[in-house]
């Protein structure tokens, strides 16, 4: 079963980073610049997984994590922020608002398949348990 990730900054050159270090993972990826057009993809194709920055114009990660965790429909999706060290203050507030985990930049790939398959393995079984 294919997993779907969500890959949301603002920054093209990250996008595009993040989804060479899972091109030979078994998932679909799809991306968003910022958390108001992540919002809108999400409730259109729920994906399984979301890598999101925190710093975004529009609306930012946090409060896009925020409102994905207190919508019952959603809030079983696993959110995962991607952040620079000096905004670990931020990172705090992420876990408030509902974040599963976080990572940071520059991304390490290891760290961040790691993650990835540990967070989708969650969610199979979830899907599992479902049916």
Excluded at 30 to 56: C, H
Aim: glycine share 2%.
């Amino acid at each position: 079963m294919t997993n779907k990730i969500l890959i949301v900054d603002d920054t093209e050159t990250m996008r595009l980073t993040e989804q060479m270090m899972l091109k030979d993972e078994d998932c679909s990826i799809e991306m968003a610049s910022n958390g108001v057009e992540a919002i809108e993809k999400i409730k259109i194709n729920k994906p399984d997984l979301i890598l999101m920055d925190i710093m975004m114009p529009e609306m930012d990660g946090i409060e896009c994590c925020r409102q994905i965790k207190s919508d019952s429909s959603l809030s079983d999706i696993k959110v995962v922020m991607v952040t620079t060290r000096s905004e670990y203050a931020r990172v705090k507030e992420a876990f408030t608002a509902g974040c599963d985990d976080y990572i940071n930049k520059p991304i390490d790939k290891e760290e961040l398949l790691t993650k990835v398959n540990d967070l989708l393995k969650f969610v199979s079984l979830r899907k599992l348990l479902q049916n």
